[in-house]
């Protein structure tokens, strides 16, 4: 056994990410978009987007809206490509609208951070998973990322069966009308002071669902959002480095 756990090390490498911070991830990952000053025909471009996250005049992309098709980028390589950059999360929504000529990474604004989560939650973070509609793309990365490779348990942050354990929730999906109560019941019965974190366009925006009848998002409007996760499904070192961001960075 000994020697067949050396074999399987020299063949596949450690499976754990010492440092989530640095990893440089591989294959067709699409992270953070750069859209290049190139004039191009904006209304053909936009009309490409299936969720209407393309803008114009300048060109933008809403990573809140980006269902990570890659049709922008096909069609017009030149003036967009999409980055490896995973660390995309924020608190902040208007900071995932990416507009030409921006190469800034999407951050994390300190100040905004509520007092009471650096007080709190800095070493230790228990959080609530709803799917709220969701098609469990967005729930097996959020699964993934207390496996082995990312680890999360390390940092203190694990997912919990009950609300009234919780320190927030955490939301997948459009929100559908038949989960809005569920999302509200959820969030009412873990104790203040708590957290809302969106993760995945749909949660976000709605995604190819915005604007369906069968969504009541009305939740979202009600409370401050403390931490938007982009992707479609985002990658688990997303969420891993937004939320310890979310809960670590100081105030400047």
Same mark, same amino acid.
Do not use: W
């Given at each position: 056994?000994?020697?067949?756990?050396?074999?399987?090390?020299?063949?596949?490498?450690?499976?754990?990410?010492?440092?989530?911070?640095?990893?440089?991830?591989?294959?067709?990952?699409?992270?953070?978009?750069?859209?290049?000053?190139?004039?191009?025909?904006?209304?053909?471009?936009?009309?490409? $987007?299936?969720?209407?996250?393309?803008?114009?005049?300048?060109? =933008?992309?809403?990573?809140?809206?980006?269902?990570?098709? &890659?049709? $922008?980028?096909?069609a017009y390589p030149?003036?967009?490509?999409?980055?490896?950059?995973?660390?995309?999360?924020?608190?902040?929504?208007?900071?995932?609208?990416?507009?030409?000529?921006?190469?800034?990474?999407?951050?994390?604004?300190?100040?905004?951070?509520?007092?009471?989560?650096?007080?709190?939650?800095?070493? =230790?973070?228990?959080?609530?998973q709803i799917s709220?509609?969701?098609?469990?793309?967005?729930?097996?990365?959020?699964?993934?990322?207390?496996?082995?490779?990312?680890?999360?348990?390390?940092?203190?942050?694990?997912?919990?069966?009950?609300?009234?354990? $919780?320190?927030?929730?955490v939301i997948t999906?459009?929100?559908?009308?038949?989960?809005?109560?569920?999302?509200?019941?959820?969030?009412?019965?873990?104790?203040?002071?708590?957290?809302?974190?969106?993760? &995945?366009?749909?949660?976000? =925006?709605?995604?190819?669902?915005?604007? =369906? &009848?069968?969504?009541?998002?009305?939740?979202?409007?009600?409370?401050?959002?403390?931490?938007?996760?982009? &992707?479609?499904?985002?990658?688990?070192?997303?969420?891993?480095?937004?939320?310890?961001?979310?809960?670590?960075?100081?105030?400047?």
């Amino acid at each position: 056994m000994f020697f067949e756990e050396i074999t399987i090390l020299k063949q596949h490498g450690k499976q754990f990410i010492p440092d989530v911070t640095k990893p440089e991830l591989p294959g067709p990952f699409k992270g953070r978009p750069e859209i290049s000053t190139l004039e191009v025909d904006e209304d053909a471009l936009a009309a490409l $987007c299936p969720t209407h996250a393309i803008g114009k005049s300048p060109v =933008s992309i809403d990573m809140g809206k980006c269902v990570m098709c &890659g049709e $922008c980028a096909f069609a017009y390589p030149a003036k967009v490509k999409f980055t490896k950059d995973y660390k995309i999360a924020t608190n902040v929504r208007e900071r995932l609208i990416v507009k030409a000529g921006d190469l800034q990474p999407i951050l994390i604004d300190a100040n905004l951070i509520r007092q009471e989560i650096q007080g709190l939650y800095g070493r =230790s973070l228990k959080l609530r998973q709803i799917s709220a509609a969701g098609a469990n793309a967005d729930e097996a990365e959020l699964n993934a990322c207390g496996n082995v490779n990312f680890d999360m348990g390390r940092f203190g942050i694990e997912f919990l069966a009950s609300p009234r354990h $919780c320190d927030g929730i955490v939301i997948t999906g459009p929100v559908s009308e038949n989960m809005a109560e569920a999302v509200q019941v959820c969030y009412d019965a873990v104790p203040d002071p708590k957290l809302i974190i969106l993760v &995945g366009t749909d949660a976000i =925006s709605g995604g190819i669902h915005a604007g =369906s &009848g069968a969504l009541d998002r009305k939740f979202l409007e009600k409370y401050p959002i403390d931490l938007y996760v982009p &992707g479609n499904p985002p990658h688990p070192l997303t969420f891993v480095n937004g939320v310890l961001a979310l809960v670590r960075e100081k105030k400047k």
